[in-house]
Nanobody, 123 residues
């Protein structure tokens, strides 16, 4: 199983980025997908998750109203649209898959993790 996260980069505060996560080796329909992030010197933080059927989403308080998680089954891809970015959003962003219909906000609920993608927001 591999999860490839991509789409990170450098953006100015107030800007937008869209991250993508494309799992391979697993059936997207059978897994919930979550996004987490980790800034230097900080613990990994929950960002967002989407249920296996795309029917339920849940966001961390720090990104609620600014980030949107979605999934495109035809392309087996999960997206994280990030708007109104702030310098404190700077981190390495990881996508993860849970062998359940809903992964939750704890990293322990996810069995598969991908390589992260760096997001840097300048002030």
């Amino acid at each position: 199983v591999q999860l490839q996260a991509y789409g990170g980069g450098l953006v100015q505060a107030g800007g937008s980025l869209r991250l993508s996560c494309s799992p391979s080796g697993l059936t997207l329909d059978d897994h919930a997908i979550g996004w987490f992030r980790q800034a230097p010197g900080k613990e990994r933080e929950f960002v967002a998750t989407i249920a296996w059927n795309g029917g339920s989403t849940y966001y961390g308080d720090s990104v609620k109203g600014r980030f949107t998680i979605s999934r495109e089954y035809g392309k087996s891809t999960v997206y994280l649209q990030m708007n109104s970015l702030k310098p404190e959003d700077t981190a390495v962003y990881y996508c993860a898959a849970a062998r359940s219909s809903y992964g939750g906000s704890s990293s322990t609920g996810y069995q598969y993790w991908g390589q992260g993608t760096q997001v840097t927001v300048s002030s």
